[in-house]
């Protein structure tokens, strides 16, 4: 196992469970109760991962779906949705939160200067950690779920970087990934931010819950990595029919259109459509990206449109000149062995047919 495949590996679920044991910190000091501390048994989960993957991948990735990405996101999201909730209780006072920051620095410093009189290094390292702790915990506590959330969004894509990938990924097909997530972290960032922040929401705690929802269903999408791989499939006569040819050949476009309308945009604008039509909310930004997700599902279902025309017209195309109708996609299996039969394979998908070959058969036939 390579050296730096280990570290990767080792350092990003790290990361994971930092920042999961943090937001389970911050429940446990906004409830007042010691029993949310089992939230983060939660973390054992991506320790038993990251074993398994160093024993039988070489703390490599797997092919269309991360383990470590998924298990993050079990661990963190929980946290998340009862700081949501109980943020109705919550208060915000410039004033005071920043007497008590004052006081805390007041603290902080009178620890430094006596450290002198401490019995040690060590004792003095415990009592400065006890001190920032404490001048942490003065922090707003909207400040903090806001914080959370924005860096869980962004430890999803340095980790998606950071962690190992398979030998079915290329280096390319990541930054693409890369990109794209960071597209869409920030989308989710704002649904998640702006319509919480709306004081008719908070009221309503049926509406807190269907928004947190909307907002988990779209995290799922972050662990998969269809959105850049071509489904791998061979030339046989289960796929010539026409909806796996079609499959075969679109696979990531199709993929890319179903998390828009089904993951995505569709259920943020089902979403803002509620909150403006049944509830009557409204505001601007509330109005400009439901304006936004209807051009954003419209195009969706227009590249849809223009990608089943266009397959149809090839189709119609290669049936005319008699040409063998097959998928012009990627070897169905990343395997060395099998190289050399796919690349004959493929080779007979585009060639056209030679001549009489359609009435002469194979020898091996």
């Not at 943020?87 to 915000?92: L, M």
């Not at 004052?102 to 004792?123: A, K, L, P, Y």
């Not at 962004?154 to 997530?181: A, H, K, M």
């Not at 947190?212 to 972050?222: K, N, R, Y």
Request: net charge neutral.
């Amino acid at each position: 196992m390579e050296l730096m495949v280990l570290l990767n590996a080792l350092v990003t679920r790290l990361l994971f469970v930092l920042h999961s044991l943090i937001g389970v910190w911050r429940v446990t000091a906004v409830k007042k109760e010691s029993k949310y501390w089992l939230l983060a048994l939660l973390n054992l989960l991506l320790c038993l991962e990251t074993g398994l993957t160093l024993k039988f991948k070489q703390g490599r990735g797997y092919k269309w779906f991360s383990p470590a990405i998924f298990l993050y996101l079990i661990c963190t999201v929980p946290s998340l949705w009862l700081l949501e909730i109980h943020h109705g209780t919550q208060y915000c006072g410039n004033e005071p939160g920043a007497v008590q920051v004052n006081i805390s620095n007041q603290d902080f410093n009178q620890s430094r200067d006596s450290r002198h009189g401490s019995e040690g290094t060590g004792h003095h390292i415990i009592q400065t950690a006890k001190v920032l702790v404490n001048q942490l915990s003065t922090i707003c506590e909207t400040v903090w779920t806001l914080a959370l959330h924005q860096t869980f969004l962004l430890l999803l894509v340095v980790g998606r970087w950071l962690l190992p990938i398979g030998v079915e990924i290329t280096r390319d097909q990541l930054s693409q990934l890369l990109l794209l997530f960071v597209g869409t972290a920030a989308d989710i960032l704002e649904f998640a931010s702006e319509t919480l922040d709306i004081e008719d929401v908070r009221k309503n705690y049926t509406l807190i819950n269907a928004i947190l929802a909307v907002w988990t269903w779209s995290m799922l999408q972050f662990p998969l990595d269809l959105a850049v791989q071509h489904i791998g499939c061979k030339p046989t006569a289960s796929t010539k029919r026409i909806p796996s040819l079609l499959l075969c050949r679109y696979s990531s476009e199709l993929w890319n259109i179903g998390v828009s309308l089904f993951i995505q945009d569709g259920p943020f604008f089902i979403m803002r459509s509620i909150l403006m039509g049944h509830f009557r909310i409204f505001n601007q930004m509330l109005v400009f990206f439901t304006a936004k997700n209807i051009l954003v599902v419209t195009l969706q279902l227009y590249r849809l449109a223009v990608i089943t025309l266009d397959f149809r017209a090839t189709l119609l195309q290669k049936s005319r000149k008699g040409e063998v109708c097959c998928c012009p996609c990627e070897p169905y299996e990343a395997s060395t062995h099998a190289a050399s039969d796919q690349d004959t394979e493929m080779k007979e998908c585009f060639a056209p047919p030679a001549k009489g070959e359609s009435q002469a058969p194979s020898e091996d036939q």
